[in-house]
């Protein structure tokens, strides 16, 4: 039987990627790109195609960052398909970001440099702001949006007698002391990137725990250092070209710094190919380079605890009750008591 795999964000960088190597893994695969913007979509539908001539992809419009557009994909969905084998959430923003150059070079000359070349620990700030459904930016688009649509989605990939996958894209920049329980949506900090992150770690863990027993089984990768769009944004893309040698130099000491998005799409093309019982829950699956070039992957046990992530999970469904209420007296005020 043919498998369904949705990516979001797959029409870029490490998405992309992944797209591509999993139409080679297997040619008899349903595709289906589900991007914010269709233009871009639509281009990486042809890119992939040149490559891939018979391939089945579809395209699905999905701004993750918007509750109403991850109600409407997911309506889509639900009519498209009857059940749905990998969600791979890869969309992600850092929008803003800000290097410390003072941390930077003192990291240089420290201890700590290996893993300051890993995490970007001490190095990286981000101006967020609040999005048209009054919630902050990065946490809707890196963790909630994703969220919602496996709620939605829940008839798919929950009890269908098939089991079924999400795959998260975390990254080694999660960290917990960038998150704090009682601002989940990281409204008064400067990492918002880190915080969503290490919560998209703690809500996989929530996930296996709660769903794992209907067949949903959650798991968590990092791409490593990936020259994207998404890097781009934190450095010209000519500074990156100029310094590359001092990447793959880097690499010899941090296996980390994949670089390229085929490189970084290792972990969730591997994750592709295992029996999801053979997973560990509490692990985050890296996408490593060595400094020959070989890619392979790492899992290493993330920093988190049962009860805070089952606090997040209770706080996010909370969350999502709020919101779900709003859009429904929003469409009450709109359209009065007429079923839609
Ligand atoms: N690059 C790196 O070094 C690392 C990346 N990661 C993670 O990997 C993932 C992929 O990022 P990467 O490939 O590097 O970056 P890119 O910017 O190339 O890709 C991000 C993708 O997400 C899409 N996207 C962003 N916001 C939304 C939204 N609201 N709704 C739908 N799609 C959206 C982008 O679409 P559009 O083109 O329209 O903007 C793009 O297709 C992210 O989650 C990122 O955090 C983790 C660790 C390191
Ligand atoms: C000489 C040299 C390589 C300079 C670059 C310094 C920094 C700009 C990078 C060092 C570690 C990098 C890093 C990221 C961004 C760029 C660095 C801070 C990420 C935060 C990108 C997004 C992620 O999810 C994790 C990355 C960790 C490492």
Redesign the pocket.
């Known amino acids: 039987m043919e498998k369904v795999v949705i990516v ?8 992309l990627a992944l797209c591509e190597r999993l139409l080679t893994e297997d040619s008899q695969l349903r595709l289906c790109l ?4 269709m233009q ?1 979509a639509q281009a990486a539908r042809s890119a992939l195609l040149t490559s891939h001539n018979n391939a089945n992809i579809d395209l699905l419009h ?5 509750v109403e557009s991850v109600l409407a994909a997911a309506q889509e969905v639900k009519a498209r398909y009857n059940r749905i084998d990998f969600l791979y959430l ?5 929008p803003n970001p800000q290097i410390d150059f003072k941390a930077f070079f003192k990291g240089l000359f420290s201890k700590n440099v290996i893993n300051m070349f890993a995490t970007a620990e001490g190095l990286l700030s981000q101006q967020d702001r609040l999005n048209s459904d009054g919630l902050q930016e990065v946490f809707a ?2 963790l909630f ?1 994703h969220f919602l649509l496996i709620r939605e989605l829940e008839p798919l990939l929950c009890g269908t007698g098939d089991t079924s996958r999400v795959v998260w ?5 999660a960290r917990r002391s960038a998150f704090n329980i009682d601002d989940m949506q990281h409204s008064s900090g400067t990492e918002p990137y880190s915080s969503s ?1 290490y919560a998209v770690d703690l809500l996989s863990l929530a996930l296996n725990r709660h769903k794992n027993n209907q067949g949903l089984f959650s798991s968590v990768i ?5 020259m ?4 781009y944004g934190i450095l010209p893309s000519f500074f990156w070209t100029l310094i590359m040698p001092i990447m793959w130099l880097i690499r010899i000491f941090t296996n980390t710094f994949t670089l390229t ?1 085929y490189n ?1 799409a290792e972990a969730q093309h591997w994750l592709f190919l295992q029996k999801p019982e053979s997973l560990d829950p509490r692990a985050k699956y890296h996408s490593l380079t060595s400094g020959l070039g070989k890619n392979y992957v790492e899992s290493r046990q993330m920093d988190i605890d049962d009860e805070m992530s089952d606090v997040l999970y209770s706080n996010i469904i909370e969350l999502e009750q709020e919101v779900r209420s709003k859009v429904s007296k929003a469409n009450t005020a709109k359209y009065g008591n007429r079923e839609r």
């Open positions: 979001t964000g797959a029409n870029s960088g490490v998405g589900a991007c914010r913007n871009r999905l701004d993750v960052g918007s890869n969309a992600g923003i850092m688009t890196n949006g894209s975390s990254s080694s920049n992150k990092c791409p490593g250092l990936v994207t769009n998404l890097t998005p970084g």
